[in-house]
């Protein structure tokens, strides 16, 4: 699971991050819908943007999963192993960091 957040509790943008890393393994459906796969899905959890990504993954495609593993590296963000979060993620609770108010901009 990578959270939109990273480790210092800051939203990480752009918001349409856990879209565009899930659209690497999607396709589209005979309907011409792009259909996400079974093993990473794109969620959101409140207001806070996730990445589920099923454990399968490491061994069908260990490249891919380590690329996964890599960007939440480089971008600081937080990653949490939630067992059983394919088949019920409606059960998710977005991190404690995530509900820190945002510093804005002056306008």
Known sequence: MLW???????RF???DWAERLAG??????????LVYSPLVRPVTVGAVKAMIIGRQLES?????????????HDNALQVEFVPGVLASPQRLVS??????????EPI
Not at 4 to 10: E, I, K, L, S, Y
Not at 24 to 33: E, I, Y
Not at 95 to 103: D, G, K, L, V
Request: avoid cysteine.
């Open 4 to 10: 939109g957040v990273t480790t210092a509790g800051r």
């Open 95 to 104: 991190p404690p960091s995530a509900m820190r108010e945002e510093p804005r």
């Open 13 to 15: 943008r752009p918001s």
């Open 60 to 72: 069908l495609a260990p490249r891919l999963h380590r690329f996964y593993l890599d960007f939440a």
């Open 24 to 33: 690497l393994t999607a396709s589209f459906g005979h309907d011409q819908k």
